[in-house]
């Protein structure tokens, strides 16, 4: 079974502060997909990033970064000179090969950025 | 580009009732899925519909069926409602040839209070 582990229920920041979010997962599989999602006021999880279990090379995006390490098995999501735009629950996930669309997500975040 | 409409936007109902809540994929999606998101927690894998069978399930009773139409659309009826049905319904969407596994794009989702 997978599991995905997101320790940090809330975070508050005050605006351009850098923060990070964790994300630990468990898998017996090795062959694995990570995503990030964004879940706003709104409701509706916006994609941010999708990663395999063979790339481990940091990505960055804008002011969002992406460091995943297998050793630790992480995938944690830092965000840099935040904004307010910013606050919402992020949602770390996982799909495994042979699961087709079965997304296991963790319990999420909520970030809270504030003037 | 359309993208994921679900419907309706909020719905109350009474225990023991029925409910039927509905989704249109992304224009060219043809795979739906279906997630459970009660307050304060991650999201939880229904069931998935491709050709309109269910692939996938989750572990959820068979209160909770679904079916999936010629044109991708998809339906979630739940039976004989419980309080702890209270939650929001999120459909997803995707591509099964896309080659981009696990990559979903979500609706708005449906909040259903059970009273």
């Known amino acids: 079974a997978q599991k995905v582990t997101q320790a940090q229920t809330e975070i508050s920041v005050v605006e351009k502060e850098d923060v990070t979010l964790d994300c630990v997962y468990e898998t017996r599989d090795t062959t694995y997909y990570l995503f990030w999602y964004k879940q706003p006021p709104s409701g509706e999880l916006v994609f941010l990033i999708r990663r395999n279990s063979f790339d481990e090379q940091n990505e960055i995006s804008g002011r969002y970064s992406w460091n995943f390490q297998k050793s630790t098995s992480s995938f944690n999501f830092t965000i840099t000179a935040s904004q307010v735009v910013d606050s919402a629950v992020y949602f770390c996930?996982?799909?495994?090969?042979?699961?087709?669309?079965?997304?296991?997500f963790g319990t999420g975040t909520r970030l809270q950025v504030t003037l | 580009d359309a993208g994921v409409t679900q419907s309706p936007t909020h719905l109350i109902k009474t225990r023991g009732q029925q409910v039927t809540l509905r989704c249109s994929p992304k224009?060219?999606?043809?795979?739906v899925s279906w997630y459970q998101q009660a307050l304060g927690q991650g999201p939880q894998f229904i069931f998935q519909y491709y050709e309109e069978e269910e692939r996938q399930r989750g572990n959820f009773p068979d209160r909770f069926s679904g079916h999936q139409f010629p044109n991708y659309s998809s339906e979630l009826n739940v039976n004989a409602l419980l309080l702890g049905d209270s939650a929001l319904y999120l459909c997803a969407s995707s591509l099964r040839t896309s080659g981009r596994a696990g990559e979903q794009y979500f609706g708005p989702g449906t909040r259903l209070t059970v009273t």
């Open positions: 224009s060219g999606h043809d795979t």
């Open positions: 996930a996982l799909i495994v090969t042979g699961t087709a669309s079965k997304l296991t």
